[in-house]
Nanobody, 124 residues
Framework: VQLQASGGGLVQAGGSLRLSCAASLRTISGYAVAWFRQAPGMERKFVGAINRSGGISYADSVKGRATISRGDARNTVFLQMNNLRPEDTAVYYC???????????????????WGQGTLVTVSS
């Protein structure tokens, strides 16, 4: 499955963005979909994920400010980020995996399909 992440841009601190992850399949409901981000000079880190049954998990760094949801079109997953901070600046990637379980939901190796990333820049 091919993934396309979009929706990034430049936003002031305190603002909001909604990122989209569109899949090439008619539906990705059979996949867990995660968001990761990579800040300049840093390792890529887990942001959050939605599993096949709709369960959602978030990294502590975004908990309370991020919301992941599946779109009505069934082939799209969204990441809504509110109250953005300069430290949220990163390239955001979406990834999909068909064998994701609770114990590996935050692991990059659990996801075999990756989008190209979309840049989010938060100015102070």
């Amino acid at each position: 499955v091919q993934l396309q992440a979009s929706g990034g841009g430049l936003v002031q601190a305190g603002g909001s963005l909604r990122l989209s992850c569109a899949a090439s399949l008619r539906t990705i409901s059979g996949y867990a979909v995660a968001w990761f981000r990579q800040a300049p000079g840093m390792e890529r880190k887990f942001v959050g994920a939605i599993n096949r049954s709709g369960g959602i998990s978030y990294a502590d760094s975004v908990k309370g400010r991020a919301t992941i949801s599946r779109g009505d079109a069934r082939n799209t997953v969204f990441l809504q980020m509110n109250n953005l901070r300069p430290e949220d600046t990163a390239v955001y990637y979406c990834a999909a995996g068909s064998s994701v379980i609770v114990s590996n939901v935050a692991s990059q190796t659990a996801y075999k399909n990756w989008g190209q990333g979309t840049l989010v820049t938060v100015s102070s």
